[in-house]
């Protein structure tokens, strides 16, 4: 049998409300973590940012980047994280939440993977020390 072109990956996700699920369970993890809340900066602008708006335009993003039809409508991934100064080893909890909540959905290891690079795609807009790591306390 010949394949037809395959389907995005929005569409083996499950589309829209697989997707909103998923982000509904991932930033409740994140606003919550004491790995990234140790930092002041995210701290405050996970209890200033109401989390219903916050999780709107996450999923609007992913399903977005997923090949959905939704456009994102939001700021820039530098823009609405510099201010936070997201280091590297609070991307590797965030990276872990994220894998926490991939493996609560059971979703399937080639979407996982996925889903990584699209949020790996994110990270040098996201984390401040990643173009100029910080020199070792010398
Ligand atoms: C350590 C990792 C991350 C932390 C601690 C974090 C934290 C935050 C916080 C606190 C805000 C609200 C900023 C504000 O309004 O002042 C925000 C906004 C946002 N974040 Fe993240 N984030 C992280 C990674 C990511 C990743 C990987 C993505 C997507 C792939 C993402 C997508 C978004 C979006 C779409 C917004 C809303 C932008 C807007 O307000 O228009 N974030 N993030």
């Not at 699920?21 to 405050?44: F, G, Q, S, W």
């Not at 979703?107 to 993977?113: F, I, L, N, R, W």
Request: hydrophobic share 40%.
């Amino acid at each position: 049998m010949h394949s037809a072109e395959k389907p995005s990956l929005y569409d083996r996700l499950g589309g829209v409300y697989s997707i909103a699920t998923v982000v509904d369970d991932l930033i409740d993890r994140l606003m919550v973590d004491p790995r990234l809340n140790a930092n002041p900066l995210v701290d405050e602008a996970h209890h200033r940012v109401p989390p219903a708006g916050f999780k709107y335009l996450v999923t609007e993003m992913v399903c977005w980047a997923a090949g959905g039809p939704q456009k994102y409508t939001g700021r820039s991934m530098a823009d609405s994280h510099a201010q936070l100064k997201i280091s590297g080893k609070e991307w590797e909890a965030f990276l872990d939440d994220f894998q926490q909540t991939l493996d609560k959905f059971k979703v399937p290891a080639a979407e996982q993977a996925e889903l990584r690079a699209i949020v790996n795609s994110t990270r040098a807009d996201i984390v401040v020390d990643s173009a100029h790591p910080p020199a070792a306390n010398s």
